[in-house]
Nanobody, 121 residues
Framework: QVQLVESGGGWVRPGGSLRLSCTAS????????MDWYRQAPGNEREKVAT???????TTIDSVKGRFTISRDIAGNAVYLQMNNLRPEDTAVYYC???????????????WGQGTQVTVSS
C-alpha cells in the first residue's frame, strides 16, 4: 500500500503565502516524478509544477516567480511554496507521484487527497 498525505492548505488574503506539503508512505521503491495539480470549481485539473527525478523543476506561466516546488527525497516528500497569492489561485491542490513499489517493475500514479486553498479578502 502507498498513501500520499497532504497538508498546508487554508485561507489567505491576496498577497499572502502558504506552503503545501505531501508525504508518501508505504512500500516505495523509487519515486520518479512529483507534481502539484490544482482544480478550481468548473475547471479541469491543471498541472501547476513538476520536479523530475533529476531535480529539474517546471511551473506554469501563471505562477512563475510566485510558486516554488521542492522535495525531500529521503522523506518521500514534495512541497509547494506559494507566495504573493492571488484570488485566481483559489482551488483544490493535489499532489501526484509516479513511483514504483517494491517488487513492482513499472511505475504507477498516486494522488493525494487534495487540500483547499482559498485566496480572498
Amino acid at each position: 500500500q502507498v498513501q500520499l498525505v497532504e497538508s498546508g492548505g487554508g485561507w489567505v488574503r491576496p498577497g499572502g503565502s502558504l506552503r503545501l506539503s505531501c508525504t508518501a508512505s508505504g512500500d516505495i521503491r523509487t519515486i520518479y516524478t512529483m507534481d502539484w495539480y490544482r482544480q478550481a470549481p468548473g475547471n479541469e485539473r491543471e498541472k501547476v509544477a513538476t520536479i523530475a527525478a533529476d531535480g529539474t523543476t517546471t511551473t506554469i506561466d501563471s505562477v512563475k516567480g510566485r510558486f516554488t516546488i521542492s522535495r525531500d527525497i529521503a522523506g518521500n516528500a514534495v512541497y509547494l511554496q506559494m507566495n504573493n497569492l492571488r484570488p485566481e489561485d483559489t482551488a483544490v491542490y493535489y499532489c501526484y507521484m509516479a513511483l514504483n513499489r517494491n517488487k513492482q517493475p513499472l511505475p504507477s500514479a498516486y494522488w493525494g487527497q487534495g487540500t483547499q486553498v482559498t485566496v480572498s479578502s
